[in-house]
Each structure stands twice: as structure tokens, then as C-alpha cells.
T-cell receptor, first 113, second 112 residues
Framework: DSGVTQTPKHLITATGQRVTLRCSPR?????VYWYQQSLDQGLQFLIQ???????AKGNILERFSAQQFPDLHSELNLSSLELGDSALYFC????????????FGAGTRLSVL | GENVEQHPSTLSVQEGDSAVIKCTYS??????FPWYKQELGKRPQLIID?????DKRQGQRVTVLLNKTVKHLSLQIAATQPGDSAVYFC???????????FGAGTTVTVRA
């Protein structure tokens, strides 16, 4: 167990809908990273938050947004869902803001039907 | 830091033999290189990492080598066991870039 908690584990929804994925980092970690893993794209970095502030952005779609709350948990919001958004979404956390030594949560498997 | 090439994409080894996975990165500013193991349906697990001020690091049955001159990285898994069967990813992190860029992964199968 990495200490990073993600909920829900599975999510099935329809095209056009909006969903929220939740992540609680390891105790003491201030950074949260979101990744998307699909069969054809591998592990792709989406966005990073450090202590409540956005620090880095990857190839995150405009339909996707995230935030980190004062208690350091983070939420990834996916809207206007398309079939191609079906993927595993991982959250990782680290103590620093530099991007190293990241521990991953178990992921949320999103299926858009 | 966007291009990390990893090969082979699949690797089948006999139990007890060694497995070697190689990566090439493009940016000389990269300074941190973790390796992750991901079993089917599970989370990526950090198994070993190396920083740019080192050229070799050893763990339990795993060794990572870093050649900064040619921007090559390799992972060796010694005395492989069936439990080593998984997808392995190399990654790089550039100083001041705050993110990890991953290779495409190597599916390792250990034959009993």
C-alpha cells in the first residue's frame, strides 16, 4: 500500500457526462500529480498541484480541471466526456515540488459508454 | 524531457536468468530517473531510482546504470522470478520541470 488513496476504483458513465475523481496524498506529502494511462498513450502527465497551487501542466484537455484543497486532497474533474476518455487515471504524491520520488495510488478506471 | 524511448517493448526470460531493459532520454537537463513496476491492473510501484550525480545504483536484485554522456539508462533484474513478470517503465524528470515523462513500457514475462 503506497498510502495514496483514490476513489472511486471504478466509474462507468455515458458520453457527455461529468465525473469527479478524488485523491488523498500520503501523510505529509504536499504535491499531487494526476496521470492518465490508456492502452495507446501510456502514462501521460496531466497536472501537478503543490500545497494548493498549480505547479505544472501537461497535455491536459480544456474539458479537464483539477484542484487541491486546504487538507491537501485533490479532485480531477472530467466533463463533456467522450469515448476516448476511457482510461485509468492515477494520482501520485510526493513530499517535494520537484517531481521526484512519486508514489502512486491504485487508480480510478473510467469507462465512458 | 518529452522523449523517453524504451526497449524492448516485450521481453521473455527463463526463470533465474537476467532481464535488461534500456531507455534513451533526450534532454541533458534531466536529473532524476525512476523505474516503476506495474503488475496487471495495479498501481505503478517505484522499484529503484537514480539521480544524475550517480552512474550506478543497486537494490535487491535490481541494478540501474546511467550514462549521461550518451543519455542512456538501463535496468537489470537479476535471478528473475515469476513475480517479476510485469510492465516496467523508465521515466525522467528535468530539473525545474516538476513532472515525470515515462517511456512506453516493457512487458517482462518470466517463464518457469
Amino acid at each position: 500500500d503506497s498510502g495514496v488513496t483514490q476513489t472511486p476504483k471504478h466509474l462507468i458513465t455515458a458520453t457527455g457526462q461529468r465525473v469527479t475523481l478524488r485523491c488523498s496524498p500520503r501523510s505529509g506529502d504536499l504535491s499531487v500529480y494526476w496521470y492518465q494511462q490508456s492502452l495507446d498513450q501510456g502514462l501521460q502527465f496531466l497536472i501537478q498541484y503543490y500545497n494548493g497551487e498549480e505547479r505544472a501542466k501537461g497535455n491536459i484537455l480544456e474539458r479537464f480541471s483539477a484542484q487541491q484543497f486546504p487538507d491537501l486532497h485533490s479532485e480531477l474533474n472530467l466533463s463533456s466526456l467522450e469515448l476516448g476518455d476511457s482510461a485509468l487515471y492515477f494520482c501520485a504524491s510526493s513530499a517535494s515540488w520537484t517531481g521526484d520520488i512519486q508514489y502512486f495510488g491504485a487508480g480510478t478506471r473510467l469507462s465512458v459508454l | 524531457g518529452e522523449n523517453v524511448e524504451q526497449h524492448p517493448s516485450t521481453l521473455s526470460v527463463q526463470e533465474g536468468d537476467s532481464a535488461v531493459i534500456k531507455c534513451t532520454y533526450s534532454d541533458s537537463a534531466s536529473n532524476y530517473f525512476p523505474w516503476y513496476k506495474q503488475e496487471l491492473g495495479k498501481r505503478p510501484q517505484l522499484i529503484i531510482d537514480i539521480r544524475s550525480n550517480m552512474d550506478k545504483r543497486q537494490g535487491q536484485r535490481v541494478t540501474v546504470l546511467l550514462n549521461k554522456t550518451v543519455k542512456h539508462l538501463s535496468l537489470q533484474i537479476a535471478a528473475t522470478q515469476p513475480g517479476d513478470s510485469a510492465v516496467y517503465f523508465c521515466a525522467e524528470n528535468m530539473r525545474d520541470d516538476y513532472k515525470l515523462s515515462f517511456g512506453a513500457g516493457t512487458t517482462v514475462t518470466v517463464r518457469a
